[in-house]
């Protein structure tokens, strides 16, 4: 028993029996304890301001039970006032019912609920107005037909004899629709029940008829679900005085597995003209009944459910606080974070150009980032490693290169360079080359690299051009306006640099074609270590004729076959093979020079479009365009943030709820 909560309740007497005159005179709650009533109002306070919102669930004590099963009769003998009735399902919202003690002289009842046109408050000044208050509040929530909403009203019941007490009050089940009740209202009603029963922190008040079978209520079976074990069902039997015959076996037995015990009741009748009354006569059936008066006092009567929740309560929401106060703290980080990657929506032209030229900035330096390697928020994704994506693209490059070249060193060169000098014999001498022929064949190496040379410009400019999609999107993303025009003018800037890098292209595969130089000495070095290597095979074979002859030597990597080298090993057309070797050198010089430079122009020019080009261009289009449409935050953006703006502003209070409450922890419950 909690020694904090002896002060609430009257003790009753360690025998079976209650006394009629304690029940009738004695208030249901005396005094509240001056630690525990804080804790009370302050979980009430996170309830009304929606903490439950966030993610964060509260102690509640949830009252469920089938139509017709006495629930409202338990809440009316509780609160001491009159709840609505009829036909059907009367109770259509979740009411939040919350009883709170207080001096003599300050009774109060207020009333609220939020319709789609404005929270609504009242403070009702006669009892009799409850019923009428609260079923208009109904239809404003609910509307006047006869289906359920989860929207709850909040009746708060200030009087001297209640008890600290708030509790959930939800629809009776009910499983065939009556009058215009809709078809699925048995589902509708389900789902919110389970809606708030499912939560370990909601204790399941489960009121049960004592006329019928336990096991067969539609709410046990509910409750079940979710609490298989009863460890947090409570279970309120009514109309005892109905069918109390055996009725002490089947709470004795327990099949339905209630864990937090069983307390009876008996309801107030017509016959009763008060609660006074009903709570006299309740006590004097429980004295009187032969079978019933061995239950256990404490599981007996109106006062002692009131006793038990509490105590139940009490304890569970002195357990919670710790937990939630670090569940809000937990959850105001995460959201001030969230908030902080939204901007402020920009509210006048001055404002918007500092969101535009934030934003610009930002995107030139993510990109910047991306061009030198540090990639940031993109270090997951490799296609968005674009210094690595070049560098393979470069060396798929050079290696195409290699394939489209001819085999400088094989015979049917050979054939094309004896061809080549037949067309200017008798101009020269056999080993002077004239000028035209290697013109002529410098050209046509040219024309064969030149498609892979544009193919790797188009290649490069149209991987630019995905990353500079992705880098905007994400930086200007929250800007239509804006996103908009650093994607166009980004495509722009790519498409203008990618036709300057072509013409460069152009001009460059011109001037090899037209101007054959080189300062290189990789040229002599190539041309002296194959004639030096053929030179010394013919050596080696001529001096060892009896050992056979000696391995055909290697020229390098950038040479063919070696049975295309020993092509040059014979004496025959020796000016033709002079040219190969010379073509061979030099078209090595060639590829060296063009897979250099081609890369270098191609990361230049994007570089330049990417960064001065883009944010030239999207600048023109602000100067020129609606400054205001440009800055606009995107819809689900400026939504999103007004979101987690509330809910903020919502934690941010039920932090302020909790930092004024003198909590010491478990030693409450000692």
């Known amino acids: 028993m909690l020694r904090f909560l002896a002060a609430f309740l009257n003790p009753t007497s360690n025998t079976s029996q209650v006394s009629p005159a304690r029940l009738t005179m004695a208030p249901l709650i005396s005094s509240f304890n001056e630690n525990v009533r804080p804790m009370l109002d302050a979980i009430d306070k996170l309830r009304l301001l929606g903490l439950k919102e966030e993610g964060i669930e509260l102690p509640t004590i ?115 629709p009556i009058e215009d009740q809709p078809k699925d209202i048995y589902n509708q009603v389900k789902n919110m029940i389970m809606h708030y029963i499912t939560p370990k922190e909601s204790v399941i008040l489960n009121v049960l008829a004592a006329e019928v079978d336990f096991s067969t ?61 009903a709570r006299r006569a309740e006590a004097a059936f429980f004295n009187s009944h032969p079978e019933l008066s061995q239950i256990e006092s404490h599981c007996l009567g109106i006062p002692a459910l009131a006793q038990r929740l509490t105590e139940i309560q009490a304890k569970r929401v002195a357990d919670s606080i710790p937990r939630i106060r670090q569940a809000i703290q937990k959850a105001l980080v995460g959201k001030e974070n969230e908030l902080q990657t939204i901007p402020f929506a920009a509210t006048s032209n001055a404002a918007a150009l500092g ?14 980032g991306v061009i030198s390697g540090k990639y940031g928020s993109f270090q997951s994704d490799d296609a968005m490693h674009y210094a690595a994506r070049l560098h393979e693209k470069f060396n798929e490059f050079e290696v195409q290169m290699r394939r489209v070249l001819p085999d400088f060193l094989g015979a049917d060169y050979t054939e094309r360079c004896k061809e080549a000098l037949k067309e200017v014999a008798g101009i020269s001498l056999p080993n002077m080359f004239d000028q035209a022929v290697v013109k002529q064949l410098v050209q046509e190496v040219v024309d064969s690299i030149e498609a ?94 009896d050992q056979g002859p000696p391995p055909v030597p290697d020229v390098g990597d950038f040479a063919s076959s070696t049975a295309s080298l020993a092509n040059l090993l014979s004496n025959d057309d020796q000016p033709a093979r002079d040219l190969q070797i010379n073509m061979f050198s030099y078209a090595k010089v060639m590829h060296k020079r063009l ?76």
């Open 217 to 277: 209520c539609e709410s046990i079976v509910m409750s079940q679900e979710v609490d298989s074990d009863g460890d947090r069902t409570l279970a309120v039997v009514t109309k005892v005085d109905r069918a109390p015959d055996g009725l002490y076996e089947k709470i004795q037995g327990n099949s339905v597995r209630i864990g937090l015990g069983y307390v009876c009741v008996r309801n107030k009748t017509d016959a009763d003209a008060s609660h006074d009354d």
């Open 452 to 545: 892979p040379c544009f193919l790797l410009v188009n290649d490069c400019f149209a991987y630019a051009a995905e990353v500079q999609q992705a880098v905007a999107s994400q930086v200007c993303g929250m800007y239509p306006g804006l996103n908009n025009a650093a994607h166009l003018q980004g495509l722009n800037a790519l498409r203008k640099a990618m036709e300057s890098a072509n013409r460069f292209l152009k001009n460059l595969l011109t001037k090899e074609e037209e101007v054959i130089f080189t300062l290189n000495h990789y040229y002599m070095d190539t041309v002296s270590e194959i004639h030096m290597k053929i030179a010394d095979y013919k050596k080696a074979q001529s001096g060892n004729q």
């Open 595 to 670: 897979c250099d430079v081609i890369p270098m122009q191609i990361r230049m020019c994007l570089k330049n479009a990417l960064l001065d080009g883009t944010d030239g261009a999207v600048w023109r289009e602000v100067h020129s365009g609606d400054i205001s449409k440009i800055a606009a935050l995107k819809q689900v953006d400026q939504q999103r943030r007004a979101r987690l703006e509330e809910s903020i502003t919502r934690l941010r209070a039920s932090e302020s709820t909790l930092l004024g409450l003198a909590f010491d922890g478990p030693s409450l419950l000692a």
């Open 355 to 368: 969101v535009i030229s934030a934003t610009i900035q930002r995107r030139r330096d993510v990109m910047s």
């Open 62 to 176: 949830v009252v469920v039970g089938d139509q017709s099963s006495g629930k409202s009769s338990v809440l009316e003998n509780l609160s001491g006032i009159s709840l609505p009735r009829g036909k059907g399902i009367v109770t259509r919202v979740p009411l939040i019912l919350r009883l709170q003690s207080c001096v003599k002289g300050k009774d109060m009842i207020t009333i609220e609920y939020t319709p789609v046109t404005g929270k609504v408050s009242k403070v009702l000044s006669d009892e009799e107005m409850i019923e009428e208050e609260i079923s208009e509040a109904t239809i404003a929530l609910a509307g006047s037909r006869k289906g359920v909403m989860n929207c709850p009203i909040t009746l708060q019941v200030q009087r001297p004899d209640l008890p600290d007490l708030t509790l959930v009050d939800l629809p009776g089940i009910t499983r065939v």
